[in-house]
């Protein structure tokens, strides 16, 4: 159903180094670069991220990217840690969404909650 996503940004390299950082880990990589945009994804890009040359609203959103297992949403919340990101609830069970949701949630340098998710 859905072809592709894009988020504004308000610097776009400090937005890449999280999300190269986060994607490696989650076996996505950058595929489409440009001055005002980054594009994301495994068999084309799909998660775009475009500089407007404003911050966007705190709290604006909320987008979820599915993760292989376990280790890999350990991975990816250590590693969005890592480049810039801010903890927004640690690696763990959520049994309120599902008996094997798994997931780990983070703050993207401009504020964007990011849920890294396995149901396996």
Known sequence: MIDHIGFEVADLAR???????VFFALG???MFE??????YGVNGPEFWLVTRGR??????GHVA??????????AAH????????????PPGPRP?????????YL?????LRVEIVSRR
């Open 55 to 60: 911050a966007p609203a705190p709290g604006y």
């Open 65 to 74: 990217l599915r993760a292989s297992g376990k280790a890999a949403v350990d």
């Open 15 to 21: 937005a890449a180094a999280f999300y190269d950082a």
């Open 96 to 104: 309120s969404y599902g008996r094997r949701y798994y997931a780990a």
């Open 34 to 39: 440009s001055e005002h945009a980054l594009a």
């Open 28 to 30: 996505a990589r950058r």
């Open 107 to 111: 703050r993207d340098p401009d504020g």
């Open 78 to 89: 250590r590693v969005g840690l890592a480049s810039g990101g801010e903890d927004d609830g």
